[in-house]
């Protein structure tokens, strides 16, 4: 039974194949002998001729039409079906070129003859007729190979029960942990080395389970207890603090593709893509149940909820299903549907099962047993889901024209609508402002000045953007404090979806029913609600003890945070391509206990963690570096690099400027859902802003393209794409940030500020407090002299230079050209704040060098301190973990 869904989807998809060129043809030409060559020879010359140049996939698709494209007239623009079959009178097609309404002639230059009208009537009487697509050969065909792979890969197996091996050293192991590691060394004829230092492991163990360095008063604390249970009581406070959700929860949004913007061509802001943040980060510290967790983020709009609350946290958790990169310049509303959708399927594929899904859209998968079909089952449910990011797609758009306030989830009580005839009324009038100013723009007479001494053009710009404005204020759900998310919904047209023919969105091949994907089943999995989306099943079903990826790929990604390697390295991928787990053994093992514990993830590091495996120093060994050179079998712990958020929130904990509470919503959510440019205005100011907040990192505003420095520079998550294993380079960046980036050279004043204000202390001691609090140990007698030696040369120095250093001249007043700026719409609104846009028309380009940020100590003194903390910063010993 275990394959008979993927079995008989297939036959069901052959039969399926075998006829669809004969429906394909059916519903086209039926209805009147030699109706393709009636198109081939009248019909598709009159449209190349006289429609092509602006409707079609090569040119342009003016309105979102496109007429080379069978698919593309049926379902129509803007203004809806352009060719309804059997039906001219019904058809905007024969409206427009009838030449029938003053609002809509085509083509606008010159009309076509009654004769040619008549011909394009007629064609779409008889059935509008179009020549079908062609199938590949091997569409829907069962390959020989999958049924292998399906039962001899290890990673879709059922999970097994598995026992505790046995081991020669029955001292060493501390848990059924150690047993699975002890026992693969000992196979190897290797030798665990020996335990980390107190002082290692609660610095590793604080950073690992909060990101952050421990305070000296904890490593004290730490350090003088004795008792059995020490390093447990530590655990057992690190894992209640609301730092554990912070670290913890940004794992996640590495996973999720965390991004506060749609990235790609055109980069709009995602105003509300914070409360998915937060929603993650109270999950991880609530100890939310995994398989509930990813529940709610894939159909908790369609979940029983309590109160109004909780439905908003369900709401809010689909999220992660909206905040993908999305190209809202793309012309084609179908393409950019299909895309979206793939980029669904990615994430929640690579996400939860560590497969790639995706690979499947345009063929069957070349590696992994993922037919063509399976892609598109799941397709289906998401073709059936509206994508509410509060964006759409528009070639060229500017202004406001990318924001779809109706694409937002509302939260809290319903409010009233506004009237819709107002609503009807305005929206009339912005496209007749819309209008007037696309007839103007870029032309010459648009370009031409006015008496104003501005394009005539600007005008209209602005008319049609405060008319924009006034329309977002009544519809936007945001306006008047309203609160909305990013998320999903089921749409009002449910149904499955169709292949298409080598990925392209147009080619349609044989619809295929909604479901999961094959090389997974197991008992009573769930059947698909043909009244809904199919969602919901969908969550049930990766969340089902019975699959056996979700529960491995979740335990094998918390070992790879605790161990800075998986137990399969390739986190993301379980398929083919992929890796093989080091210990199958101890991954059935964990997948089992996380399961067993409720899917707690509180629950699964503590154990982890309490391990001696976990708790092994970094020293080498000779003879096991022979052998195993990379440490797949976990004979000491890894050292590892702290990642950028580690860095940033160590330094400001290190200075006392940490800001521990949580920010109210993001700095990213003020802004107006327009263009954003990475050279512009609002890139400076966040730039800035991230610079001068003194919030955890997780906090800080994350606009695809515009990720801040702090970050960037030490190998940030990909926010296009799940992450679930972070690079680590060095690169000379890195140390030229260390170097002369103001955040860093304004903390280590702050650090030194914070040494000398300890006037009850003498150097010494300061010195061994700024270890102390640097790098998580007292400084050594030689460490300290040398300190001493360096500070006596730095200040002399510093005295000196600044005894000759002549006072500043004034610098002469100038005149500093300004971009004008002008808001399109009323305060509030338009998915953020009331932000101004910057005028296209008016931008001033300039040369104008960057500004250096002046961080300036007040005397001698402190100036040598604050490079003394400086150069800690800069360590190594800063940086890495033992």
Known sequence: MRNTFGFLRTIVLLATVSIASFHSSARADDTAPGGIEFFEKKVRPLLVDNCYNCHSANTNAKGGL???????????????????????????????????????RMPPKKQLSSDQVAVLSQWIKEGAAWPAVNAPIALGKPNPKYETLRKDHWAWQPIREIKTPAVHDTAWPRDPIDRFILAALESKNLKPVGDADKLALIRRITFDLTGLPPTPQEIDAFVSDVSADALAKVVDRLLASPAFGERWGRHWLDVARYGESTGSSRNVPYPHAWRYRDYVIDAFNADKPYDQFVREQIAGDLLPANSQVEKDEHAVATGFLALGVKDVNQRFKVRFVMDNIDEQIDTVSRSVLGLTASCARCHDHKFDPIPQADYYALAGIFNSTDLCAGVRNKMGGGGLDYYDPQMLLRLGEAKAAAPSEQVEKLTQEVAKARAEFQALRGKPEGLARGADGFPKQRQFRLKMEKLQGELMALTDPTAGGGKAALGVRDAKTIGDTEIRIRGEAEKLGPVVPRGFLSLVQFPDQPKINTAQSGRLELAEWLASPKNPLTPRVMANRVWEHLFGQGLVRSVDNFGVTGDVPSHPELLDYLATQFVRDGWSVKKLVRQIVLSRAYQLSSEESAANIAVDPSDRFVWRHNPRRLEAEEIRDATLLTTGTLERARPDASIASGLQVRELRNNGPEAARFGEQARSSAHRSVYLPLLRGLTPTALEVFDFAEQGMVTGSRDATTVATQALYLLNDPFVRRQSLALADRLLHRSESDDAERIDRAYRLTVGRPATT????????????????????????????????TTKPEATVASASTSGGAGGGGGAAVNPDEIVNTDEPVKEDAVQAADARTAAWASLCQALFGTAEFRYLK
């Open 66 to 104: 496109r007429v080379d494209d069978r698919n593309g007239l049926l379902q129509g623009g803007n203004s809806g079906a352009a060719v309804v079959p059997g039906h001219p009178e019904k058809s905007l097609l024969i409206k427009a070129v009838g030449y029938n309404d003053d609002d809509l």
């Open 782 to 813: 030689k460490e300290i002299e040398r300190a001493k030696i360096y500070l006596a040369d730095y200040e002399t120095a510093a005295r000196e230079a600044l005894a000759s250093t002549p006072a500043p001249a004034k610098p002469a007043e």
